[in-house]
Each structure stands twice: as C-alpha cells, then as structure tokens.
C-alpha cells in the first residue's frame, strides 16, 4: 500500500549566483522587449533575485523577527552563517540581500575557481575598509565544502576577528564537509527546498514583473504543472527553463507543454503527482521490486525522477519496502535503504539519483520474504481483538518500593544467567501466550533463523529435552 499523504513538504526561496566582488544589481527592465541597458541580458534567475527579506518566498523558519538573518540585517549586527541546502533554495540570495540592505561591501568568491590567494587578497581589502572608511564587508564563498582544510583555515583569523562578516554555501552536509573550527565560530542554517506553492509564485512572479517577462507571455496551467515538477524545488531551474520557453515563442504567446519540452529539450514524462498516475507507477515500481525485475523497477524510477517526484518520496517507500518485501531474508536491506536515504538529504538530485538506483538494485537482486510485516500485522490483529492480556507478574516494574509486596517481579530468571542465555519462563500474557508471529521463510539469510528460532522456542516451552 502507498500512502496518498506526502504533502506538506517545507517551502524555500531562491539564488543565483552573483558576479564576484560586486554589489547586487539594480532592477532591470523586461526580458522581451528590453531596452538597451537596461540589464536584460542577465538570467532571468538572476533579474528576479529578490532585493529585500519582504521579496524572499518561503523560508519563514529562517527570516522571522528575532532570527540571526533578521538581526544581521535589522541590527547590522556582524555574525558567520553557514547556509546548508539545495541548489536553487536561497544561498546567494540571502547573502546578497544582506549585503544591499545594510549598504555592506559585498564580495562572492568560488571554492571552484578560486583559492587562498583570493581570499587573503579579500579579507586584506576588508580589514582596509573596516579601519579607514569604517565599512564591512560580506564575504561570500559559494560551494565552501569545496576548498580543502588548508583554504578553509585561511578564513578563520577574518572570521575570529569579525573583520568580514562571512557566509559560507554548501549544499553538503557541513558537519562532513567544514572544518570544525569554522563551523563552530558560525551559526548554521538549513534551507529547505521550495515546496510547489513556493515555485508557483516565483514563476507567477517572474511572469508578470518587469524584471522578468513583463507579461510578454503566458503559462497555460498543464505547462505550469510540468515546469514546477520539472524544477523539483530549485527555483532557478524553474525560471532557467521559463526563459527558455520564452526565447522561442512570440510576444503574447501562450507557452504549452509542448513548449516548454522543446524548449528545455526533456521528453515531458505523463505523470501528474496528484492523479492516478502517480500512484500506478509508484504501485508498478514497488511491485516491479518485490517481483526481482531490476530493469523494470530502474525504468519507474526514471520515470519518477524525470517527472520530478520528490525523491524523499522515493527514498521512503524504499525504507519500507526493504522490511515489507525483503525483511529478514536479506537484513542489509534496509541498511541499504535508510543510507539512500540520508543520501538523498546530504546530496539531492541530479547526484542522489544514483544513491536511489543502487537501493533499487539491491532491493530487486535481495531474496525476498514477508515475513516482517506478517509478524506484526499477526500481533495486531490479535491486540486489535482485545487479546492484550494482564502482563505476567514476574515481568512486572520491581524497582519502585512496595512492588515486591504485591508480587511484581517475583520468580523472574535473568537470562544471562542460563546457558545461551535463553530460558524457560512465559513472557507473553496468557491470551496470546504461544501464538507464533514470526514464521522465518527458507530464502536468503532469513533460512538460518527457522532453526534458531526453533530451538528458542523449544526452550522457552520447555519442550527442549523431547526434540
């Protein structure tokens, strides 16, 4: 069974990347058509950027009063954040917004272009202005999970000092990926990625404001409904994609679906989140798992991922699928499964993609048994019918005082006590005292337990001695 409640995912606000060394750019005029100089040949992820907090979708956990984003801004009170999330989720954003709200000298550096000497050359610069002009600065490096150890401890004298204010970017999880030292002069924050709403306001903003479209073209409601799972929470990929689509229709246009895929150049995947199809080819993946057709099972999982389907989505049914369907048979299994997982929150797509693809791999290839989920619905069947009997005294709560008066505990035999440390004594109550639950099949590694369990369960009864 799927559940038909995955909503309620957190939403996020949106980045792009800014020149480096240079404050954030004035408002631009529409893309189409533009006057010259106006700016309009910048992305139009970057001429939507919101200039203010106010202008910032989504991301409430992070921007209300009192928040270290609203005190750096409100109170120009100097601080380090490292900002953790996907792309697309506000990284830049947030740091250029700061930067132009409190008229603060902004300067982005790349870990993937730049190094050590950048850096100290910035940070000389900053200590320069802070002495003579009394000016900060924002020291911005994107991606700093990419500088090594050495590059990353070059920041740490102009971050001790508070010479810069620095916000570092990473979409890697920085307790992994940032040096210790850094991190704990810094106050982390999590963005989230753009839930559906989020996405949808951005691209209706991007549409209307003469930033962006100006209103030069149109989205009809199926084209939006593709172009937001396309995005798959990145803001930027959404208004990457919009502007394409915009580039190769007239003014006054209606943009398609059929537009939107040319313009992007993907296959538009038939698959509506909210409908039926989402739900068969979630149906069809899990049972494409549980039946061992690894290559049917991969292909569904495409065709979520093209289609934009949440990949902790994804990631959970595989969680639950690795106990309902492969369980004891194959108990790495759900090792497999739950480390995808955390895959796909330190990672996200494009790269977790292959997390997922090993998981299904493993899940599909694993011998197969459902005994898990017999044992447990089995036991609550059996409490759901009122066979939830007084548990037996001599397992009752014996450490408060007065227990031994009436009983509690009495006649327990500690297990470590008996050889294998396994003994005869009752556990369950009397109602459902020798129900077995748990019947291990003969597949995978769940073979070897039909025997152990056998003779647990002859030593518990007491039948040892007559086997």
């Known amino acids: 069974m799927t559940s038909r ?93 700061v930067s132009h709200v409190t008229s603060r000298r902004f300067v982005e550096i790349s870990a993937v272009s730049d190094g050590v000497k950048r850096v100290r050359a910035e940070i000389d610069l900053a200590k ?29 004298p102009a971050v001790e000092n508070r010479w810069v204010s620095f916000i570092g970017a990473t979409t890697e999880n920085p307790f992994f990926s940032v040096i210790s030292p850094l991190l704990s002069r810094s106050l982390l924050l999590t963005l989230e990625p753009l839930g559906e709403d989020a996405l949808r306001e951005v691209i209706h903003r991007a549409l209307t404001d003469g930033r ?3 209103g030069a073209v149109t989205l009809d409601p199926a084209a939006e409904d593709h ?13 990457t994609y919009l502007e394409a689509a915009a580039l190769v229709v007239e003014d006054g246009a209606v943009i398609d679906a059929a537009v939107l895929e040319k313009a992007v150049d993907r296959a538009a995947v038939r698959y509506d989140r909210e409908g039926d199809q ?11 798992i549980r ?31 690795a106990s309902e369907d492969v369980g004891m048979a194959d108990p790495t299994a759900l090792q497999t499964a739950v480390a995808a997982a955390q895959a796909v929150e330190f990672v996200g797509l494009p790269e977790a993609r292959i997390n997922l693809a090993q998981a299904v791999i ?15 619905d089995g036991a609550l069947g059996d409490v759901r019918k009122g066979l939830a009997g007084p548990v037996p005294g001599h397992l009752r709560d014996a450490h408060y005082k007065g227990a031994a008066k009436i009983g509690h505990g009495q006649g327990y035999k500690y297990a470590h006590d008996h050889p294998g440390g396994v003994v005869r004594q009752q556990y369950a109550p009397d109602t459902v005292d020798g129900r077995e639950y748990y019947r291990p099949t003969k597949y995978g590694a769940e073979s070897r337990f039909t025997e152990v369990l056998a003779r647990i369960r002859s030593v518990l009864r007491g039948t040892a001695d007559r086997r």
């Not at 989402?278 to 494409?288: M, N």
């Open 362 to 376: 493993h899940l599909s290839l694993a011998p197969k048994s459902n005994a898990v989920i017999m044992a447990v």
């Open 212 to 214: 962006g479209l100006g």
């Open 5 to 97: 409640a995955e909503s309620g995912e957190p939403e996020g606000l949106f980045d792009a990347p800014a020149e480096a060394g240079t404050a954030p750019e004035p408002a631009a005029a529409p893309v189409s058509p533009a006057p010259a100089g106006t700016g309009a040949g910048q992305p139009l992820a970057v001429r939507m950027r919101p200039r203010a907090l106010d202008e910032v979708v989504g991301q409430g956990h992070l921007l209300g009063p009192g928040t270290p984003i609203r005190q750096l801004v409100d109170r120009d009170v100097p601080m380090s954040l490292v900002l953790w999330g996907p792309p697309g989720t506000g990284k830049t954003t947030l740091a250029t917004v």
């Open 227 to 239: 172009l937001v799972r396309l995005a798959g929470g990145d803001a930027r990929r959404a208004l």
């Open 128 to 156: 320069r202005e802070l002495g003579m002009a009394g000016r900060q600065t924002v020291l911005f490096v994107d991606e700093v999970h990419r500088f090594n150890k050495a590059q990353q401890d070059a920041l740490l």
């Open 291 to 321: 039946g061992s057709d690894v290559d049917a099972a991969l292909h569904y999982l495409a065709r979520m991922i093209e289609a934009g389907e949440d990949p902790r989505f994804i990631a959970r049914r595989l969680i639950v699928h």
């Open 278 to 288: 989402h739900y068969d080819v979630i149906s069809a993946f899990i049972k494409s």
